[in-house]
């Protein structure tokens, strides 16, 4: 297939093509997806999450040019089609491509976070599959750290990195308990701005109280003022070193057997979710259901069965689809 063989090659309007067609949930895209799957598993995935505001678009943006200086190429999945970028190709519905300027070694794709049933984790993870096939080195993964989304994070990367900033300093406390554990590098941001050590001080409290073992790693803080680029060197080398930890000790290898686990699940859930509502809506039948649970004529569970039933009348159907 044409398209596969593109992206293969680092052809940038054909990974737009099929990251379009992956968020529209075309039937096609998916195929194709399934084709360039076997050409992924190179590229080291970092997530960075944190408070609204903290300056992880502005980071992103020094740490591409800090891994540009390694030779490495780099790809970035921002989940906020607001982030600002510069330095890479948008892969969005239109590809800007500033001819002279445009670095190639560096794809950026912004997604909304509309309408997204499986949350935040299967369109990032078809996104990164493909800027993987496309041979980056490095993807680097933004998402705004509210609520869910950041414990999230851990569950597309390899490694995780919290942002922070002074002005997060409060927020630190509020920050899902799970981010804070998961994290394996803290980044405090802005370090121009005073404050930062109050930051690192809530930062290495929270630090103190999880167990390590001997052998485990222990994570680092890294101080950084991304506007002037500050630290961004020092924090690749961080990833990097991280990334060493991971191969040396087996944990990659954990942690892609652990995500792979949820993609499996993640896609068995919304498959089988969508056909029975896409199927039992087309029937009539869905209304019927929930008004019989609401009014206690049926209980949630026998109601389920129900479609579980008529799911299996379907079953020659679907493994054919
Ligand atoms: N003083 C100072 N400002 C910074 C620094 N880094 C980023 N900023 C500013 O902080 C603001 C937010 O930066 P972004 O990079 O958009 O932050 P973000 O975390 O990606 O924001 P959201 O994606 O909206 O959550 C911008 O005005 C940046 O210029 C820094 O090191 N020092
Ligand atoms: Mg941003």
Known sequence: MEIVEKILEGNVLAAAVLMRGIEDERPDALVELGMVYPHTGRAYVIGLTGPPGVGKSTLIDSLIGAFRKKGMTVGVVAVDPTSPFTGGAVLGDRVRMQEHTMDQGVFIRSM????WRG?????TISMIHIMDAMGKDVILVETVGTGQSEVEITKVSD?????LSPDSGDQVQV???GILEAADVF???KADKGGAEYVISRVEFMLGMRTFHPNDWKPGIVLTEAISKKGADELADVLLKHKEYLDVSGELEKRR???AREELLKNVESFVRDYCYQGFVAEGHLEELVDGIAQRKIDPHSAAMKIIDWLGGHFKQISAH
């Open 257 to 259: 057997k652990i995500r």
């Open 187 to 189: 980044v405090v941001n």
């Open 112 to 115: 909304a976070t509309r309408g």
């Open 175 to 177: 920050i899902k308990a």
């Open 119 to 123: 949350g935040l984790s299967k369109a």
């Open 159 to 163: 490694t995780s990195v919290l942002v």
